[in-house]
């Protein structure tokens, strides 16, 4: 067995000179991550601000399930989203098993309630705060969620980058219903898995430097958007 300074050489190797399986691994990851995120903010981001930001009956239900389902294990999304596409059940004929299509649908069942639920604690508190303003002023509902939302723009870039950091990481769903088929629906998670059983160890440490880079990336991009959020409210 080669030793692992031999294998990172080669790792490197792969990402310096742009090898092209990988670039196309990285890519396609990246796109449906992307897509999967901007699904998600488009409905977690309202479905929270409405959440936290009028009271209604069953409020605290709702509250409840969305803070239950940020743990939903992949697994299940991925056996969920596989039951309702696959031959037999109702989304069958769309034909969208094993397609990038289905992994976008299940990493955004896994991130949407995360985007909600962190949505909801933010403008709720961000709403107690200018409640009097906002009765004095006589602020309809939805100008009131628009400018809760647009007040709280940094928090939600940080919580629109910490469901990014959970799609892409993630491997349990999209693998069930991505089936890891080469040059169709292999991701960075998925290839590194299969690589590895297969001993093709100097891609699946690329693929892990890359991932691992994006992870430092997005937590770099959260800090500096927090530090940019304080600058602006003590500006």
């Known amino acids: 067995m080669e030793s692992f300074t031999s294998i990172l050489g080669q790792a490197v190797g792969l990402i310096l000179g742009a090898d092209p399986d ?29 959440v936290g930001t009028f009271r209604f009956p069953g409020r605290t239900i709702v509250t409840v399930f969305l803070n239950a389902l940020m743990g939903l294990p992949p697994v299940v999304a991925g056996l ?9 059940g109702p989304f069958g004929p769309l034909r969208l098993l094993y397609t990038p299509t289905a992994m976008v649908i299940a990493q955004t069942i896994l991130v949407t309630p995360i985007v ?28 009131r969620i628009a400018a809760l939302l647009w007040d709280a723009r940094y928090s939600l870039l940080t919580v629109a980058l910490a469901g990014f950091g959970r799609a892409v990481a993630e491997v349990g769903a999209v693998i069930i219903v991505g089936g890891n088929i080469n040059h169709v629906t292999r991701v960075m998670t ?6 590895t059983s297969k001993g093709n160890l100097e891609l699946a440490l690329a693929l892990g430097v890359v991932l691992l880079t994006i992870a430092i990336a997005v937590n770099a991009a959260v800090m500096a958007l927090r530090a940019s959020a304080v600058r602006s409210a003590y500006a």
């Open 190 to 195: 998925t290839t590194i898995a299969l690589e």
């Open 116 to 143: 909600a639920a962190l949505t909801r604690q933010v403008v709720e508190d961000l709403d107690r705060e200018y409640a009097e303003q906002f009765a004095s002023l006589g602020v309809g509902p939805a100008s």
């Open 22 to 50: 990988l670039v196309e691994i990285v890519a396609l990851s990246l796109r449906v991550t992307l897509t999967a995120v901007v699904i998600s903010c488009v409905i977690g981001l309202p479905l929270g601000a409405l």
């Open 80 to 88: 969920v989203v596989y039951l309702a596409l696959s031959a037999a």
